[in-house]
T-cell receptor
Framework: GENVEQHPSTLSVQEGDSAVIKCTYSDSASNYFPWYKQELGKRPQLIIDIRSNVGEKKDQRIAVTLNKTAKHFSLHITETQPEDSAVYFCAASIAGGSYIPTFGRGTSLIVHP | SAVISQKPSRDICQRGTSLTIQCQVDSQVTMMFWYRQQPGQSLTLIATANQGSEATYESGFVIDKFPISRPNLTFSTLTVSNMSPEDSSIYLC??????????FGQGTRLTVV
């Protein structure tokens, strides 16, 4: 089955800095890679996703890049703000099928004001 | 997007008892899942709730401990049976639209004393 590795487990940055979280996956059939943000005490929510036919996707201060050959994808947050502090999970799945998403272990991002 | 109502949001239970968690979705969905999230940890899939048939359990989880019902395409329950303190965790239901975005309930924070 799919295996998703996520690094780092904890990331501490100063407000205004950039943050990068990296994930690798093992199943070359995976073609959909969402990122979820979970604020303390709340449910995980999708913040951005990317499909395997795209190398990069951007939405305001967040972006995701995908390298299919190397089987890794990354989340980039620029100009971080204290409200970006949360746990971020990457996931991999096969869109359009009954494949269950596999989640990474999560990254706790702390943005210091 | 699917709206999921999960209840109870939290409970404190005595060891040896059972708790049933309910998950209601505002639309018919093919796949419903139950996850466990221990403090500071990732999302661990317990089982896939199948409508009209037995749930499919992941390694390490068994039906006797976590019986699941799925009477229709909008509702599921997870029971945590014969609880011990090790079962203290957050339990989340989730629905997945054809292997793309996963929507989560708000979670049930269970404490076993």
């Amino acid at each position: 089955g799919e295996n998703v590795e996520q690094h780092p487990s904890t990331l501490s940055v100063q407000e205004g800095d950039s943050a990068v979280i990296k994930c690798t996956y093992s199943d070359s059939a995976s073609n959909y890679f969402p990122w979820y943000k979970q604020e303390l005490g709340k449910r995980p929510q999708l913040i951005i996703d990317i499909r395997s036919n795209v190398g990069e996707k951007k939405d305001q201060r967040i972006a995701v890049t995908l390298n299919k050959t190397a089987k890794h994808f990354s989340l980039h947050i620029t100009e971080t703000q204290p409200e970006d502090s949360a746990v971020y999970f990457c996931a991999a799945s096969i869109a359009g099928g009954s494949y269950i998403p596999t989640f990474g272990r999560g990254t706790s991002l702390i943005v210091h004001p | 997007s699917a709206v999921i109502s999960q209840k109870p949001s939290r409970d404190i239970c005595q060891r040896g008892t059972s708790l049933t968690i309910q998950c209601q979705v505002d639309s018919q969905v093919t796949m419903m899942f139950w996850y466990r999230q221990q403090p500071g940890q990732s999302l661990t899939l317990i089982a896939t709730a199948n409508q009209g048939s037995e749930a499919t359990y992941e390694s390490g989880f068994v039906i006797d401990k976590f019986p699941i019902s799925r009477p229709n395409l909008t509702f599921s329950t997870l029971t945590v049976s014969n609880m011990s303190p090790e079962d203290s965790s957050i339990y989340l239901c989730s629905v997945d639209d054809r292997g793309t975005e996963a929507f989560f309930g708000q979670g049930t924070r269970l404490t076993v004393v």
